[in-house]
């Protein structure tokens, strides 16, 4: 009688269990309105990481020639029209739907790529889902044009998270297929001028809206489209994605896409996030448009002017989306520059590390890389794990204020004259952008400033041994120039501030 009691008390006890469960997390579950979107906490993860790596990759890499390629190929009289007539012939012959067969990706090493990427200091890695040529880099059943059934037939997605998994890193996706089927419309055009005008273009074949989309309707030519059908097409394909790979991130290249369905979206998105880590939400998604807690918001090529109340990002590229032969790259010091200018501010960089269309990087990237994982490796305590001081900075008196704002930075140019502040615990991190000429101003931490009033107790620069002499002022912390740099490859230096 005592163990039938126990085992219905166990059983009871059980479903008690349960039921509490389910009813939190049915309280806890997203609903899709913008009310409901709002209870969003940012995951510790996320604040914590700091800097992630980007595959911007897919066929549009091919003819080399960067960024848009499938769209400006039909644009009649531009660089890319005129290079795929003399490379490929006509786009009404031979249009972006026969440039996709030839991405094979025969050099890629996506182990290989993942454990530099994780050497340089790159907490996530995000690899390209799908971007506005409706080309998708997973194992789609609803849409054929994917990478395994042309291209390299391989499941990219798939592939690029096991290698991202492997190596200890949180994985992303980015979606850009909410612009493609406006962005894509140049396909249905034809010559206008010449042998061949009037000559639809491929893109204008019914055989081919499956890739190309539908002529849109007249007036409908914004970044997002109007059409609901296509809204709809857009929800389920990102929700197969979000299905298939349950990513920890998510980015659109959009303002937040298509009310009803991009709230049922990301609604989803939180919810399976949450039953997948038994209730914990540990989900992100980005987009272009301030977020008042319900995502993060994303700035393309941008920075902000300021610490933000909620945790950001910036998305970049070390050089064009796509690979073009001669391209000029950010250096390994403008990529660190930015990266604790954004860290200062509440941020995160990701950023895309440019793969030719075999796959490989490089020896120019793989250079720079290489220079962003040795100036980590020296000043990581000081970036990972922490989190924005009372102010992020200061700048010299002659810099040009420069907004928040997407592409803005190719605007600032970041100096000696920049201090950038972060904290961990009770130290706190302050970093010069760059080469000192002569002493370290650091005027937020003189004996009179109205930021701090704590006392100095110690200065030391990461990654060094060196004895700094340094004195407190009323009006400054000076720091003498230090003798020699941690790293000589990447000059902005990083110091350990300990205060009492």
């Known amino acids: 009688m005592k163990i039938k009691l126990l085992k ?26 913008f009310e409901s979107l709002k209870a969003y906490q940012y995951p510790e993860w996320f604040r914590d990481a700091k800097l992630g790596f980007w595959a911007h990759w897919g066929p549009q890499a091919v003819p080399r020639q960067g960024d848009w390629y499938a769209r400006k190929m039909y644009e009649e009289g531009s660089k890319d029209y005129k290079y795929h007539v003399a490379h490929y012939g006509h786009p009404s012959k031979f249009g972006y739907k026969d440039i996709i067969p030839l991405w094979k990706a025969q050099r890629w090493d996506p182990e290989k790529l993942m454990a530099l990427y994780k050497k340089a200091g790159a907490k996530y890695f995000v690899s390209m889902g799908t971007h506005h040529d409706d080309f998708f880099l997973w ?25 991202a998994k492997k190596e200890g890193l949180k994985f992303g996706v980015s979606e850009h297929l909410g612009a493609s089927f406006t962005w894509f419309q140049a396909s249905h055009r034809a010559d206008t001028t010449g042998p061949m005008a009037g000559v639809p273009y491929d893109g204008a074949n019914p055989m081919y809206q499956d890739l190309y989309h539908a002529k849109a309707e007249a007036g409908d030519h914004e970044w997002l489209s109007k059409n609901k059908e296509w809204q709809r097409e857009w929800f389920f394909s990102i929700k197969e994605l979000i299905d298939n790979y349950h990513p920890d991130l998510l980015y659109s290249d959009s303002k937040f896409p298509f009310g009803e369905y991009g709230r049922n979206m990301l609604a989803h998105f939180y919810n399976q996030d949450m039953a997948k ?40 590229s070390i050089g064009d989306w796509f690979y073009r032969t001669g391209q000029k790259y950010k250096s390994a010091t403008e990529v660190v520059q930015m990266l604790v200018d954004i860290v200062s501010k509440n941020g995160n960089l990701l950023i895309n590390i440019v793969q030719t269309p075999e796959g490989d990087l490089e020896p120019d990237v793989l250079n720079i890389v290489e220079e962003i994982a040795m100036w980590n490796s020296v000043n990581g305590e000081g970036i990972f794990g922490t989190r924005p001081w009372k102010v992020y900075g200061e700048k010299p008196a002659n810099a040009p204020d420069v907004k928040s704002s997407n592409f803005n930075e190719d605007k600032i140019k970041y100096t000696a004259g920049d201090i950038r502040f972060t904290t961990k615990g009770d130290t706190l991190y302050a970093f010069c952008l760059g080469t000192p000429t002569g002493e370290i101003r650091i005027a937020s931490l003189g004996k009179n400033s109205a930021v701090s009033h704590k006392k100095i107790a110690s200065v030391k620069m990461l990654g060094s041994t060196e004895k700094l002499h340094w004195k407190q002022h009323g009006d400054a912390l000076v720091i003498a120039k230090p003798a020699k740099l941690p790293v000589d490859a990447v000059p902005v230096v990083g110091f350990r501030i300990e205060l009492k």
């Open 139 to 163: 194992n789609s059943k609803i849409h054929k044009w994917n990478s395994v059934n042309y291209g390299p037939k391989k499941d990219v997605v798939g592939i690029w998270q096991k290698a």
């Open 8 to 33: 219905q008390s166990v059983l009871t006890l059980f479903l008690i269990v349960t039921m509490n469960f389910l009813a939190t997390a049915q309280e806890a579950s997203f609903k899709p309105t």
């Open 277 to 316: 880590n038994g209730g914990q939400l540990d989900a992100v998604y980005t987009c272009k448009q301030a977020s008042d807690g319900m995502w993060v918001q994303d700035l393309e090529r941008g920075v902000k002017d300021t610490i933000s109340q909620f945790p950001w990002q910036t998305d970049t």
